[in-house]
């Protein structure tokens, strides 16, 4: 709130918190102390029917509820279901997304780079392709197969 204080203001800032300028808002206290110091004959109507309230209220016993309604109380209290976490929740994801992007990765080069031997067929073309993402050097086993 601004530090410019109203008449009315202040007159609605007596009648809630009472003629305790230390008990109203701490936002708009020095503005309130600040225009009652100016004319307090203004106020004196207002401060002192609060004056009154005050003593009147102070007279009434503090009411503390009953054990019972206490426990009503708390036992009608909405509760926090327990959340249920499954095993998988439990294992960290990084390793496993790590693992994953090398896979991909390892398979991406190794399709890039085979190279398919020429008057192959279409089947052997698959092979080779497979041999050479799982790191296999097709060669060799060409070279196998021919002895």
Do not use: C, K
């Not at 207002?46 to 109380?73: F, I, K, N, Q, Y």
């Amino acid at each position: 709130m601004t530090n410019m204080m109203t008449d009315a203001r202040l007159i609605a800032l007596i009648e809630a918190w009472g003629a305790d300028v230390n008990a109203f808002p701490e936002a708009e206290r020095d503005a309130a102390a600040a225009l009652l110091s100016e004319a307090p004959q203004r106020f004196a109507a207002h401060l002192m029917a609060a004056r009154e309230m005050d003593v009147l209220l102070a007279t009434v016993p503090e009411a503390a509820p009953s054990a019972a309604l206490t426990e009503a109380l708390i036992d009608s209290a909405p509760r926090l279901r327990p959340q249920r976490r499954s095993w998988f929740a439990a294992i960290p994801r990084w390793p496993a997304v790590g693992a994953l992007a090398s896979l991909a990765i390892g398979l991406a080069i190794g399709l890039g780079t085979a190279q398919p031997v020429a008057g192959d067929a279409p089947e052997d073309a698959v092979d080779t392709l497979v041999y050479a993402a799982l790191g296999f050097d097709t060669l060799t086993y060409a070279q196998e197969a021919a002895q």
